[in-house]
């Protein structure tokens, strides 16, 4: 069953400006990734954070991390055109360490 | 090395057909994974290999019948499939299964059922 939900499901924004996605879940977890996936094509991993930690940055992305809210978000600062993409959360459920994909977030980045 | 590689890009199959994808990996890692996604949807699990045993089979139609013939290789032996099979056929792969590890996808076999 799925794990994360995404929000929102989709993101029209102009190149420089800052695009914010949330992901919520239903259960405890150990761990939550973002991947992106360009149209059509295989996801790429961009950032696994661990329920011990709040905050983590990778370039222009910063993930945060609310296990008592059961939520995390993902900031692309000072976006591009190269951005466009869909950005999926993806959290293990059930005592596996499997993720679950969310249904994802579509981001179009204007330039 | 860090990809993961799919063959066909593009696959167009009768119902009565029987083919199969292949999906390569040389960095070592002994879990596999098939994703099946539709689209504007999230991949969905399919199967999962570990250490070349089926690890996980997410009660997935016989049709499709998945092999690991070496820790490198995984394949999917598709037979009888329907209209409602097309999609995007992804494979992964990581370190190991049972802790943490991030996922490396393949581009994907874009498959469809005439």
């Known amino acids: 069953s799925q794990q994360g939900e995404e929000d929102p499901q989709a993101l029209s924004i102009q190149e420089g400006e800052n695009a914010t996605m949330n992901c919520s879940y239903k259960t405890s977890i150990n761990n939550l990734q973002w991947y992106r996936q360009n149209s059509g094509r295989g996801l790429v991993h961009l950032i696994l954070?661990?329920?011990?930690?709040r905050e983590k940055h990778s370039g222009r992305l910063r993930v945060t991390l609310d296990t008592s809210k059961k939520s995390s978000s993902l900031l692309i600062t000072a976006s591009r055109a190269a951005d466009t993409a869909s950005y999926f959360c993806?959290?293990?459920?059930?005592?596996?360490?499997?993720?679950?994909f969310g249904r994802g977030t579509s981001l179009i980045v204007h330039p | 090395d860090t990809e993961v590689t799919q063959t066909p890009k593009h696959l167009v199959m009768g119902m009565t057909n029987k083919k199969s994808l292949k999906c390569e990996q040389h960095?070592?890692?002994?879990?596999m994974y098939w994703y099946k996604q539709k689209a504007k949807k999230p991949p969905e699990l399919m199967f999962v290999?570990?250490?070349?045993?089926?690890?996980i089979n997410e009660s997935v139609p016989s049709r499709f019948s998945p092999e690991c013939p070496n820790s490198s290789l995984l394949n999917l032996h598709l037979h009888a499939l329907q209209p409602e099979d097309s999609a995007l056929y992804l494979c992964?792969?990581?370190?190991?299964?049972?802790?943490?590890?991030?996922?490396?996808f393949g581009p994907g076999t874009r498959l469809t059922v005439t």
């Open positions: 954070i661990r329920s011990n930690e």
């Open positions: 993806a959290a293990p459920s059930g005592g596996s360490y499997i993720p679950t």
């Open positions: 992964a792969s990581s370190q190991a299964i049972g802790q943490i590890y991030e996922q490396y």
């Open positions: 290999y570990s250490y070349e045993k089926l690890s």
């Open positions: 960095m070592g890692h002994r879990a």
